[in-house]
């Protein structure tokens, strides 16, 4: 069995890659577009939300009268992806096609060092791409060092040209703006592949630098060093036991090798306290907000700044615990949320998933399933559908936090994080300090988020399938939360390493 599933793996990889090089008719990818159009509009509630429909179709229409010529698989992306973010809402999406390695392949990458784009880390400010720390072998690449381009590619007109290819949610421009260095990364790959090797060009003061960057290995007698460190560090049992659990029960990103969530004390006396999170994601929240509050009431805290800068979003059920340790009163979290249909739910979300096996099981459920959606989706007086989830009364948690609140906001302040931030805007419950959220204060089309795949090119698309909105609307539509204290993080603020949003609360307790 384990070698018919690595040969498998082997066979998917290659056709795969094959695929990528393979140009497909122009016929077929015009079924491609009207398959793609039909998906959307039988499983996307909000398709006219941003866009009408007549603009929409007219879109789809197009590129099926145009498309005459036949394209690899990452050229017809260039060609729908448009569309799909057209619709202008940030979960619904085309997957670029990407080149897959096998877990041999991968970890000869690793074997071989840290790669030329992994050996910086990079900030898009004001459309230049800027090094605000060199973690590579070459001390001369200064903070604040100009990347003017890589293998050739200038980082701008990269970045400028994928942007065509997702949205935020609405017409806000900080989503973008906010991931764009991550992004030129992930672009640059998409066209290029992995590479061991990169050459930049570097604007450093006044001058022009060409330097090649490597993949590099740190040195093995640094790392002989940090096992003998780790041999030692081991004997204290105790420290790695709670280690372990804290990364439970707080979550932990591997990749930043930070916590997912991480309470901390800006005074003496605790009566400022400092909450990220990064993501509403991984860990035992439940446990963690209990703790963490319970802590708070302990320490007679006062004031309470909560950062959800580039916190992308994740579980509903975690942020109506979050916000019960947050509001002031027994609340209502969302309104109800729009579906196509009952049975966009049941395509959408039930049978899109799983191996053939547990499709099998699905459908030997599914008439339990579909009885449960036909009793909790219902037609409403607008003539909408709608799935009654989190509309009831709830009431603010034991040890809720009764001092004051800020909260600190960006562009990558997506999704979930909008959704809270909507709430805690609308209820006046917190002072907002930062820039303009990714998602918008209306709420956001997610929920269940299948992946579709189209029959020809095998391109897959994601999208939403439920429509989230908060408690609290504004008549401003399609843009975020707007901070009540607007703040921009100046270049030498990321290369510094400064908190200028921070900062400002810290000096305003102060004040007061």
Known sequence: ?????????????????????????AAKLSKDVAFTHKKLQKLHPKLDYYISKEQLDFKFDSLKSNLNNPLTPLEFY??????VAAVKQGHSYVLPPEKEYSKKETKAFLKKGIGPFSQFDFTFYKDKLYVVKNKSSNPTILPGTEVLSVNGIEPQNLINEYNRYFSSDGFNTTFKKEIASKRFVAYFTIENGIKDSLNYVFKIHDSIQNITIKRFKKDSLEQKAKKAVQKISAADQNKIKALKKKKRINGFDKTSKTFIRELRFLSKDSSVAYLKISGFKEGRFRKFYKDCFAELQKKNTQTLILDLRNNGGGRLNEIIKLYSYLSDSTFVFLQKSEVVSKGSLFEGAYFNKGSFPVKIAKSLLAPFVYSYLLLTVHKDKDGENYFATEIKPHPIAKNAFGGKLFVLINGGSFSASSILSSNLKGSQRATFVGTETGGDYNGTVAGFMPVIQMPHSKLKVRMGVMNFAPFYQTPVKGHGIFPDISIQPTLEDKIQGKDPELNWILNNIKAQ
Do not use: D, G, W
Not at 1 to 10: A, D, G, K, T
Not at 78 to 83: A, D, E, H, R, V
């Open 1 to 25: 069995m384990l070698l018919i599933l690595f040969f498998s793996q082997c066979s998917s990889i290659y056709k795969n890659n094959a695929r990528l090089q393979t140009e497909i008719p």
């Open 78 to 83: 260039k060609k729908i992806s448009p569309l």
